[in-house]
């Protein structure tokens, strides 16, 4: 069965510290990875997909996520983080015909001053 | 692009009222899902049209929710009658070629 963990529920960094949020999958095919972002309030924005190729796929603001199949994981990274980027992050799986999407339960990225 | 426009952003209703709620998918995009997302069940996948097509609804709770999408520019999502365990925000999204799911704002359903 399809599935995606997100083992991280809350987060907190310091404004300029990196950060990896952890994204773990389960896909019996080749998977199609993407990871989105909600502010509160707001729907959800793509930050960045993978669906083959290079396996460091770069996305919008900054944020950066690598392909590892021996690991199932699709981590999220960025080098310095903004206030501005406090929100929750969701990674998702799609099937092959994009028609389905399985999301994670969501990390909440909180960013201290 | 204006994106997926959903609309109200905001709907409040009392227990046993219909509720509708509207979507626009992105002008080109050739399937439309509507999600729901509680604290509780997180986001779920409700029902997804390919070509104004419903293809699978399996993620509709009862049958007081129905879906259509009577032209590749629209869609509803109505609840008749609604409760307030109905209560949630709906999420209406659509896809392209890319293979990436846009979203819409959402509509904040409060049911008293």
């Known amino acids: 069965a399809q599935s995606v963990t997100q083992p991280d529920i809350h987060i907190t960094v310091s404004e300029g510290a990196s950060l990896e949020l952890r994204c773990n999958y389960s896909?019996?095919?080749?998977?199609?990875l993407f990871w989105y972002v909600q502010s509160p309030g707001q729907g959800l924005q793509l930050l960045l997909k993978?669906?083959?190729?290079?396996?460091l796929v770069q996305g919008i603001k900054g944020f950066e996520a690598e392909f590892k199949r021996s690991q199932s994981s699709f981590n999220l990274r960025k080098p310095s983080v903004h206030w501005s980027d406090a929100a929750e992050y969701f990674c998702?799986?799609?099937?092959?015909?994009?028609?389905?999407?399985?999301f994670g339960s969501g990390t909440k990225l909180n960013v201290k001053p | 692009d204006a994106g997926v426009i959903q609309s109200p952003r905001h709907e409040v209703t009392e227990m046993g009222q219909e509720v509708t709620l509207r979507c626009k998918p992105i002008?080109?995009?050739?399937?439309l899902f509507w999600y729901r997302q509680t604290m509780m069940r997180g986001l779920e996948l409700l029902i997804y049209?390919?070509?104004?097509?419903?293809?699978?609804d399996s993620g509709m709770p009862e049958d007081r929710f129905s879906a259509k999408m009577p032209n590749a520019s629209f869609s509803t999502l109505k609840i008749q009658p609604s409760e307030p365990r109905d209560s949630a925000v709906y999420f209406c999204?659509?896809?392209?070629?890319?293979?990436?799911?846009?979203f819409g704002p959402g509509t904040r359903l409060t049911v008293t």
């Open positions: 999204a659509s896809r392209g070629t890319q293979g990436a799911q846009y």
């Open positions: 993978y669906f083959s190729g290079d396996t």
């Open positions: 049209f390919n070509n104004n097509v419903p293809i699978d």
């Open positions: 998702a799986v799609g099937q092959y015909n994009f028609n389905k999407f399985y």
């Open positions: 002008s080109g995009h050739n399937s």
């Open positions: 896909y019996g095919a080749t998977p199609y």
